[in-house]
Nanobody
Framework: VQLQASGGGLVQAGGSLRLSCAAS????????IGWFRQAPGKEREVLSC????????YYADSVKGRFTSSRDDAKNTVYLQMNSLKPEDTAVYYC????????????????????WGQGTLVTVSS
């Protein structure tokens, strides 16, 4: 079982990207999904959590109003739409499944997540 984040790239400040988180070997239907990022020399930061049953989402203050998480269970994929990107958004982005329950109770701690996959690099130029 594995998650794979994709869709990263180089974008100018103010631009947009949409990241995808695809699952192989299992269904995402019953999992809440978290998005994270890690910049060089910094700790992993939780950005959002989207619940499995109704898509309720929670966001970190650093991305609230700019990033939106959504899910398409038919495609077994979760998305992170990132708008108004800033140079400080530059990082490797990851997705993971919430292991403790079906729905998010807020952002949740990174140690509540599993099935970490390879990340995708987002670089925002000024």
């Amino acid at each position: 079982v594995q998650l794979q984040a994709s869709g990263g790239g180089l974008v100018q400040a103010g631009g947009s990207l949409r990241l995808s988180c695809a699952a192989s070997g299992f269904s995402l239907d019953y999992y809440a999904i978290g998005w994270f990022r890690q910049a060089p020399g910094k700790e992993r930061e939780v950005l959002s959590c989207i619940s499995s049953t109704d898509g309720t989402s929670y966001y970190a203050d650093s991305v609230k109003g700019r990033f939106t998480s959504s899910r398409d269970d038919a495609k077994n994929t979760v998305y992170l739409q990132m708008n108004s990107l800033k140079p400080e958004d530059t990082a490797v982005y990851y997705c993971a499944t919430l292991t403790v329950r079906f729905n998010c109770w807020g952002l949740e701690s990174p140690n509540q997540y599993g099935n970490w996959g390879q990340g995708t690099l987002v670089t925002v130029s000024s």
